[in-house]
């Protein structure tokens, strides 16, 4: 089927108009290259490259053409055979292989990065000009990254944390890589909401980054070598549920059947793996005893506006845009606006927004337009990179004073009307 449903979903398609810049036209040239008919030469490259893997063309293709498949599938053959050359090979090295899985080493990048941030050297850097050096993109993103830390999630709560009341099922945390270094609170208020609906929630230590970076990069076999380390950590836990606060690690996860569909050892673990995967709204709202979300009322604060982007990976993958709608409704003093077209991708799309900051620049713009009408006091998202990309929107296009952009679980966390301790 050719019949193009999938065309006015794609967001690179909508900036460009052009064929080969939709799903439609991607699958055919990953066709004409599988038949032999065109070379995979940096032209097929550089149009792979463009998709942002938001997977918008999935939910709108009635043939249910699983186009994530596909473009990983193409990545990785781009990769097998790709000259970056040695500055770019060397960084890609440096964090697929050396820094994403390990995560000692992530502690220490972010126990690097909070000095940098604190010590007064941040200031040093930006007035010395040296900031000049490194892409713009680059720069952007070094405005906007949130404090970093070398405390974790298990550093600062340990493994195990009761349930609240009767427990209803033991769960795991998917902690992530960076989500544990830049968003360590969002783990533990995401922790302490699950405890407070009445989950019994443990964190395995031996867990690793999801490899969804690598997956959406061509790195597929570190992809595969990553699931394989979590499905061991995972299964010894002994948990109902594996619990995740980030669209875009769930969206692998929940796909670790796929990924390791050829691993006769690993197959039956992953789909049982899989099977168990959900995002913490989701299980919130379908097991969960909801908290009051009344602090705000209760502290007697003004009536607030929000609004929600979705995280793509979320909504097409791991199809959930209801789930945190419905809690965020239910939050006392907080009038919820939907933002229009908040399904279409913001543009951050893991590390796109580095590697093609001129299209993910102008969709942001575009998204800003809309963020800007909701005239929401809090705009928030389920996925970090979402977050990271839309607190720079609001930076270049909006008014940080008057719109924060947050996490759900950390919003909902907030108006929790009980924070005690289990
Ligand atoms: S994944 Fe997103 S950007 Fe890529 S072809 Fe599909 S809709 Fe377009
Ligand atoms: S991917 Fe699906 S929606 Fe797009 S052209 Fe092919 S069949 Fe149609």
């Not at 942002?52 to 699983?66: I, Q």
């Not at 949130?146 to 493994?159: L, Y």
């Not at 989950?199 to 031996?206: D, L, N, R, S």
Request: some cysteine; hydrophobic content about 40%; charged content about 25%.
């Amino acid at each position: 089927m050719r019949c193009g449903f999938c065309l006015p979903a794609c967001p690179t398609f909508r900036e460009t108009g052009l064929e080969p810049e939709s799903p439609r036209g991607r699958i055919a040239l990953m066709k004409a290259v599988a038949d032999g008919v065109m070379d995979p030469d940096q032209a097929f490259a550089d149009q792979m490259n463009h998709c942002l893997g938001c997977r918008a063309c999935e939910p709108a293709c009635p043939a249910d053409v699983k186009y994530g498949q596909l473009i990983e599938q193409a990545r990785d053959a781009i990769e097998d055979h790709a000259d970056h050359g040695l500055p770019v090979a060397g960084i890609r090295k440096l964090f697929f292989k050396g820094v994403f899985p390990h995560r000692g080493r992530l502690k220490w990048m972010g126990k690097g990065l909070a000095l940098y941030q604190k010590s007064g050297l941040r200031h040093v850097v930006r007035g010395s000009g040296l900031m000049r050096l490194l892409p713009k993109a680059m720069r952007e993103m070094e405005q906007i990254l949130p404090e970093a830390s070398g405390q974790g999630v298990v550093e600062r709560i340990g493994t195990f944390y009761p349930a609240k009341g009767a427990k209803i099922a033991r769960v795991a945390l998917f902690r992530g890589c960076i989500m544990d270094v830049l968003f360590a609170e969002t783990n533990v208020n995401t922790v302490k909401l699950l405890s407070e609906a009445g989950f019994e929630v443990v964190i395995p230590t031996a867990q690793v980054c999801c490899g969804a970076l690598h997956a959406h990069s061509g790195e597929m076999d570190q992809a595969r070598e990553l699931a394989r380390a979590n499905l061991k950590a995972f299964e010894e836990a002994g948990v109902e549920y594996v619990v995740s606060n980030a669209g875009g690690c769930g969206a692998l996860l929940v796909e670790y059947d796929h990924l390791l569909h050829e691993d006769a050892e690993y197959r039956e673990l992953a789909a049982k793996f899989a099977a168990r995967v959900v995002d913490v709204s989701q299980l919130l709202v379908a097991r969960g005893r909801i908290p009051a979300f009344d602090e705000a009322a209760a502290s007697g604060s003004e009536p607030v506006t929000i609004t929600y982007q979705d995280s793509c990976h979320l909504r097409n993958v791991m199809k959930s845009s209801n789930a945190p709608r419905q809690l965020m409704k239910q939050v006392a003093n907080a009038t919820f606006t939907e933002m229009h077209e908040a399904d279409r991708c913001c543009g951050s799309a893991g590390i796109y927004n580095v590697t093609q900051p001129e299209m993910a620049g102008q969709i942001l713009d575009h998204k800003m337009v809309h963020a800007n009408r909701t005239g929401a006091r809090y705009l928030l998202t389920s996925n970090p990179g979402c977050l990271l990309q839309m607190k720079l929107g609001v930076l270049k296009h909006g008014d940080p004073e008057a719109m924060e952009v947050k996490h759900v679980v950390d919003f909902l966390y907030e108006r929790m009307a009980d924070r005690s301790d289990p």
